[in-house]
């Protein structure tokens, strides 16, 4: 238990460290200045009566990306995700499994993986995304999903990387003439993209950001015990 939490802190800090520093710090200068602009105009009275801020909701779109669990269930859980993010990957690895067992495949909460590749650090995740979505063309979307993110060390920072990916499509028994077509004509990159603009109008810090009917919850990979306590919230158990 002591090695899986010291492991669960070190993916946190690296991945975490990386994206604010790759994408969180021009939302966060945004931030700053604006908060910097409002203080000003904020009288003495203001102060002194503190409004509590109700949470933003926010909606996506669902279609055509990998959807777990019960779709008639009352709690939506979204993930923004990057596959070749060591945190998306310590989550997928580790906390999925349980959250899957406890609450997907029980039919408690419908689960959904957005794409978020962060372009700037992480070269490959886009076509990594790309892989998913062509796998999804003949139904082993979550296959692929999983494998891209158990086997990333073999094609996270690789010049090949599509020929891996096109591996991974023939042990998955696809029709590889067919996802190797779907990978040259860059088939799902709109989706992808428009995936990413949805990440960012959500304010969406990095990767892993997760979205509870439709609020902004975690961002990180967190354990399931703060699922687990989000979920209760909600009267999931």
């Known amino acids: 238990m002591k090695n899986n939490r010291i ?47 109700k949470a933003k909701k926010y909606s996506f ?35 999925f499994g349980d959250l899957k067992t406890k609450y997907i495949d029980t039919g408690k909460i419908k689960f959904v993986f957005k794409d978020f590749p962060l372009f700037s650090i992480h070269p490959q995740s886009e076509m990594a995304s790309e892989a998913a979505h062509c796998a999804s063309d003949q139904e082993k979307y979550f296959e692929m999903h999983e494998m891209l993110f158990k086997r990333v060390k073999e094609w996270s920072g690789n010049s090949k990387a599509e020929a891996v990916f096109n591996n991974f499509a023939k042990e998955l028994k696809l029709d590889t003439k067919q996802f190797s077509d779907c990978m040259k004509t860059n088939k799902y990159k709109e989706k992808i993209l428009a995936s990413v603009k949805e990440a ?14 439709g609020e902004k919850t975690f961002f990180g990979a967190y354990p399931i015990e703060s699922f687990d306590a989000a979920l209760a919230k909600l009267g999931i158990k």
Do not use: H, R
């Not at 991945?15 to 966060?28: D, E, K, P, Q, V």
């Not at 859980?77 to 906390?95: I, K, L, R």
């Not at 304010?203 to 979205?211: H, K, N, R, W």
């Open 7 to 53: 492991n669960f802190w070190m993916a946190a800090f690296f991945c975490l460290a990386g994206i604010l520093i790759g994408t969180a710090g021009a939302y966060a200068f945004m931030k700053y200045n604006a908060g910097n602009t409002a203080q000003t105009n904020i009288t003495a009275d203001q102060k002194t009566q503190p409004q509590e801020e």
């Open 61 to 95: 779109d669902f279609d055509g990306f990998l959807v777990l669990g019960n779709n008639s269930a009352d709690v939506t859980v979204v993930e923004f995700a990057d596959y070749q993010c060591p945190a998306c990957g310590f989550f997928s690895n580790s906390t």
């Open 200 to 213: 960012l109008n959500a304010e969406a810090e990095g990767t892993p950001t997760f979205y509870i009917n």
